[in-house]
Each structure stands twice: as structure tokens, then as C-alpha cells.
């Protein structure tokens, strides 16, 4: 177990860094298309908790974290 471990938080691990700049596109596509964030499961109990304005600024920093991983792991794959 901790060597499946140790190999995933392995900085030089390609596997996880291109499953992470997938996840980081599909998320910035989703904002693309005007996906609505709130209607999912989660958002609607903790939108009922923090409120909705609060669930927008998490949804709205979460894609700022997803161009930022883009903008950052992305040219090793681009130029390499």
C-alpha cells in the first residue's frame, strides 16, 4: 500500500499530471457551455448550509485552480 502510494505523489509521475490536466479541461469545458454548477447534488445541500452565493465563489475558485494547473502543467506535454 505504500508503494502505490509513494508512486502516486511521485513528482515525476506522468500518469497523474495528464489524469489531472484532462480533469482541469473537461472542468474549464464545463464553465464553457454555461454548465450549471448548483444543480448538482452536493452544491444543493451546501448551498442550503454556506448559501448560494458562497457555492459560486467555490465553483468560481475551483476554475481559477483549473487554468492555473493548466497554464502550469501543460507546456511540458505541448513542447515535450
Do not use: W
Amino acid at each position: 500500500m505504500a508503494d502505490s502510494v509513494t508512486y502516486l505523489l511521485d513528482g515525476n509521475n506522468e500518469t497523474v499530471i495528464l489524469a489531472c490536466l484532462i480533469l482541469a479541461t473537461v472542468r474549464i469545458y464545463l464553465e464553457v457551455i454555461r454548465f450549471d454548477f448548483a444543480k448538482l447534488p452536493i452544491s444543493r445541500v451546501m448551498a442550503e448550509r454556506l448559501g448560494q452565493d458562497r457555492i459560486k465563489t467555490i465553483h468560481r475558485t475551483g476554475l481559477y485552480l483549473s487554468i492555473g494547473y493548466i497554464v502550469l502543467f501543460s507546456p511540458q506535454y505541448l513542447i515535450g
